[in-house]
């Protein structure tokens, strides 16, 4: 049973330039998650979507914006990167109405800004 | 003030020790606590989801929540050199829903051989 998969693993971009990332969510799981984490820092909630719409959001300007698809998969993108983006972006995953918090988290995506 | 705080470390104990790691907040309103651990250059894995006041325990780990106090632990027993790791706790709101998790720093801890 494949987990939360995430691509690609690291990429680096130079600022004002736009990134993807991308999760394919554990099997049997409908819901995705985005977090940010800075390093030494804890993750730091981005959104979450559930059937192909934003569901919450946390305290991210709007250069960061989503996409849930029927597959459920789902993508980041953020726009005009600035150097204070870089970070490690996870991705998780869970089923809608479980509210135990168990989040299956990918490995995430670094990204560099230059 | 953060809304969890949570000793970054590092924290460097050696092989059997009994390990205490611990977060504090500010926000009445969490009312789901967990822990979870975070290998280098790897997601965070739960180990451990609480919801009241008390104690629960999985294995060689237990986690306490004292409401009261908003302080939450969680004990680590027998502690071996597989346990070295970043130990995140998390909090999120009561009422179900599609609220996020709130993360402390992150404890970095040691167990030496």
């Known amino acids: 049973d494949a987990g939360v998969t995430q691509s690609p693993t690291h990429l680096i971009k130079t600022r004002g330039q736009q990134v993807t990332l991308r999760c394919s969510p554990k099997?049997?799981?409908?819901?995705v998650s985005w977090y940010q984490q800075a390093l030494g820092q804890g993750p730091q909630f981005i959104f979450q979507?559930?059937?192909?719409?934003?569901?919450q959001r946390g305290n991210f300007p709007d250069r960061f914006s989503g996409h849930q698809f029927p597959n459920y998969s789902s993508e980041l993108n953020v726009n005009a990167l600035l150097l204070g983006d870089s970070a490690l972006y996870l991705c998780?995953?869970?089923?809608?109405?479980?509210?135990?918090?168990?989040?299956?988290f990918g490995e995430g995506s670094r990204l560099t800004v230059l | 003030q953060k809304e969890v705080e949570q000793d970054p470390g590092p924290l460097s104990v050696p092989e059997g020790a009994i390990v205490s790691l611990n977060c504090t907040y500010s926000?009445?309103?969490?009312?789901?606590f967990m822990w979870y651990r975070q290998y280098s250059r790897k997601g965070p894995e739960l180990l451990m989801y609480?919801?009241?006041?008390g104690n629960k325990e999985d294995g060689r780990f237990t986690a306490q929540v004292d409401k009261s106090s908003k302080y939450i632990s969680l004990f680590i027993r027998d502690s071996q050199p597989s346990d070295s790791a970043t130990y995140l706790c998390?909090?999120?709101?009561?009422?179900?829903?599609?609220?996020?998790?709130?993360f402390g720093k992150g404890t970095h801890l040691i167990i030496q051989p």
């Open positions: 998780a995953s869970s089923r809608t109405g479980v509210t135990t918090g168990e989040l299956f």
């Open positions: 099997s049997g799981h409908d819901t």
């Open positions: 979507y559930y059937e192909e719409e934003e569901r």
């Open positions: 926000n009445s309103a969490f009312q789901y």
């Open positions: 609480t919801y009241s006041s």
């Open positions: 998390a909090m999120k709101n009561g009422g179900g829903g599609a609220d996020g998790l709130t």
